[in-house]
């Protein structure tokens, strides 16, 4: 059974820091992984989407990569700013397009 | 853009009641998913749908039931509510299996009291 993990569950950082949150995943045979954010109350907001053949995306300040092998993925934040915090979920997508998510990571931005 | 909309954004109801969740979508996507969410446990598939008529159960299909009459709108039923279903439910939409996004609308927040 595919289990999604997600490290740190929270992490607070001084704004401008550059981060990295961690995903990690129990079988590789994924068809995409995805990168969400949820705002306190609200839906998901898709951030980035990875598909199996690929080994990263990136949107702006954002950066994912994929290791599928190794079962890990990677979202890295450049300059961080308060508008960032939130709650970043990772998914993987197996067969049918079914998504299996992690718990998340809390970040808090300072100012 | 993909806009998924859910009828309710809060909703209480008391133990018993049947409750009806509307989740429509206005990008004709063959997709859509019942999720729920709860602090410790993350997000849950209760119940999705390939296409209007169909449904397959997801992980957690007990003391819910599904109906697509359309193929923009998926309702999940609670036939008979009770506290331990007090959640935040979310629909979600993509466009074919496994290789897109999946797009989410706002969220309703059930309280059963």
């Known amino acids: 059974k595919q289990e999604v993990t997600q490290i740190p569950a929270a992490l607070s950082v001084p704004e401008g820091e550059n981060l990295v949150l961690n995903c990690s995943f129990t079988d590789s045979a994924i068809y995409n992984l995805q990168w969400f954010r949820q705002d306190p109350g609200k839906g998901l907001t898709s951030l980035l989407l990875i598909q199996s053949s690929q080994r990263e995306q990136t949107s702006g300040r954002l950066n994912a990569s994929l290791d599928k092998s190794s079962g890990r993925s990677t979202l890295y934040i450049a300059a961080s700013q308060p508008g960032d915090s939130a709650t970043y979920l990772c998914a993987v997508s197996n067969q049918g397009g079914k998504l299996i998510f992690g718990q998340g990571t809390e970040l808090s931005v300072k100012p | 853009d993909v806009k998924v909309t859910q009828s309710s954004r809060y909703l209480v109801k008391r133990t018993g009641e049947k409750v009806f969740l509307e989740c429509v979508q206005d990008m004709d996507h063959e997709n859509m998913f019942w999720y729920r969410q709860d602090p410790g446990l993350g997000l849950r598939l209760i119940y999705f749908s390939y296409d209007v008529k169909m449904k397959e159960k997801g992980d957690i299909p007990e003391g819910y039931s599904v109906s697509r009459e359309k193929k923009e709108r998926f309702s999940l039923i609670l036939e008979s509510a009770s506290t331990n279903q007090t959640s935040m439910y979310l629909c979600?939409?993509?466009?074919?299996?496994?290789?897109?996004?999946?797009?989410f609308g706002p969220g309703t927040r059930l309280t059963v009291l």
């Open positions: 979600a939409s993509s466009s074919y299996r496994g290789a897109d996004t999946q797009y």
